[in-house]
């Protein structure tokens, strides 16, 4: 790698180290659910989260927009809410024109908060511009800035009055991460720091403009072809009925995930790979982010569920062969 290149990878560990240290005077706890979200916005992708009221994703996602010094929308889905109510409408304004009002999607950190709870034509809406990274109104198109990023909540414990995301538009999202408890001594911490009425002040560490530097930098990293091959390899072993197939794949599962999962498993192992100071990524990068890619790419079958087999197991069968 070019001495250049050395440079540029080396600033960005440094940020990165500096963005965790800032993050964490707020957020206790939760590391790995903090570096899997800050692969994901380096790696240009979006993030479905998976977890229980009360731990903090609202403050987390809030946080890491501070940092970064970016704009930050949370839009709270709900059964009323309109495709309009997301990416804008056109009003008529004091001189009888029209005038587009543009709707919290238009930022760059955008936190859709329980995403199942509003019916599919307002999911699409949201959908459709993490696709696109543009919305139509009225025949016009408006361009949403870069960087763009969407962090979708889910709570797995209310499924009353919910609408789930249908497989095809789960692949949209990059990583789907599930946010755990903390341990009782993160606990401890977490209340002993939350009811003394301090505020820590917040500095913000990297600006748009080194943002989206640091996404073409690690969008030129090199990747070797054994990298490459594993990763392709490991989502055809997914494929039940297929030539690639692992034996699980055949028993256990309906369906397998397509081939935006080998795109992200090596875009998302490049992120890591340079959050750990390595030039380029490697098989152990590929099997990291392995989990968070596959695990909403994947549909198990009625044998897996009767022989209590998650897809968690599966994954880590795919991985060890």
Not at 11 to 27: G, H
Not at 251 to 257: I, N
Request: aromatic share 8%.
């Amino acid at each position: 790698m070019e001495e250049k290149n050395k440079d540029e990878l080396s600033f960005f560990q440094d940020k990165y180290e500096q963005l965790r240290r800032e993050i964490a005077k707020v957020v206790i706890g939760q590391d790995e659910v903090i570096e899997s979200l800050l692969v994901c916005i380096f790696s240009r992708g979006h993030c479905l989260l998976i977890g229980v009221p009360g731990l903090a994703k609202t403050l987390m996602v809030n946080t890491i927009a501070n940092v970064l010094g970016l704009k930050y929308s949370r839009i709270q889905f709900t059964p009323d809410l309109m495709p309009s109510d997301i990416i804008g409408t056109e009003i008529l304004d004091e001189s009888r024109n029209f005038r587009f009002n543009r709707g919290p999607v238009f930022a760059h950190i955008i936190l859709a908060d329980e995403i199942n709870r509003t019916p599919p034509k307002t999911q699409s809406a949201l959908l459709e511009a993490m696709q696109e990274k543009n919305v139509t109104v009225a025949g016009k198109k408006y361009v949403l800035e870069s960087p763009f990023f969407v962090l979708a909540t889910q709570n797995p414990i209310e499924q009353e009055g919910t609408y789930p995301l249908p497989e095809a538009q789960l692949d949209r999202f990059m990583l789907n991460v599930t946010l755990e408890y903390p341990s009782a001594q993160q606990e401890l911490e977490i209340v002993k720091e939350t009811t003394t009425g301090k505020v820590p002040n917040l500095s913000s560490i990297i600006s748009r403009e080194e943002m989206l530097a640091f996404q073409d930098m690690i969008e030129a990293l090199p990747v070797p072809d054994n990298v490459y091959h594993y990763a392709v390899s490991l989502v055809g072993k997914t494929r039940p009925g297929t030539e690639a197939a692992h034996p699980w794949a055949n028993e256990y599962l309906s369906w397998g995930a397509g081939p935006r999962a080998s795109q992200n498993l090596i875009i998302a192992a490049k992120t890591q790979a340079a959050i750990h100071g390595k030039y380029s990524p490697d098989i152990e990068n590929v099997k990291s982010v392995a989990p968070a890619i596959l695990r909403h790419r994947i549909i198990k079958n009625y044998k897996a569920e009767a022989e209590n087999i998650s897809v968690e197991d599966i994954i880590e069968e795919f991985m060890q062969q």
